[in-house]
Nanobody
Framework: QVQLVESGGGLVPAGGSRGLSCAAS????????MGWFRQAPGKEREFVGS?????????RYADSVKGRFTISRDVANDTVYLRMSSLKPEDTAVYYC???????????????????WGQGTQVTVSS
């Protein structure tokens, strides 16, 4: 069983930056592709970004966050990060960390490919 715990959410002014962390069970980040998703009120959960567990840690981002958000990982500490900059009010959402099925080697952009989810952390961007 993989456990994921997000932290770092809060209130941020538009144009500001925020970093989220996802602490995973031991061995998770080195063996599973990790992803970030978000869900705004009244909307479906959407893909934000993904980082492969393979050497090099290939990443992929949603078009809406490309160039503003960056995913990184600390394999030794089983932690994944989401650095968000140039935040916009439309980035307001609950942000979820997820661990993909062990069957995947590369990035995973669909929620169906993720087996474990964190509880989420709220990010609110004020205008």
């Amino acid at each position: 069983q993989v456990q994921l715990v997000e932290s770092g959410g809060g209130l941020v002014p538009a144009g500001g930056s925020r970093g989220l962390s996802c602490a995973a069970s031991r061995g998770t980040v080195s063996t599973r592709t990790m992803g970030w998703f978000r869900q705004a009120p009244g909307k479906e959960r959407e893909f934000v970004g993904s980082i492969s567990w393979q050497i090099g840690g290939k990443t992929r981002y949603a078009d809406s966050v490309k160039g503003r958000f960056t995913i990184s990982r600390d394999v030794a500490n089983d932690t994944v990060y989401l650095r968000m900059s140039s935040l916009k009010p439309e980035d307001t959402a609950v942000y979820y960390c997820a661990a993909a099925s062990a069957a995947y080697g590369g990035v995973v952009t669909t929620s169906l490919g993720y087996e474990y989810w964190g509880q989420g952390t709220q990010v609110t961007v004020s205008s």
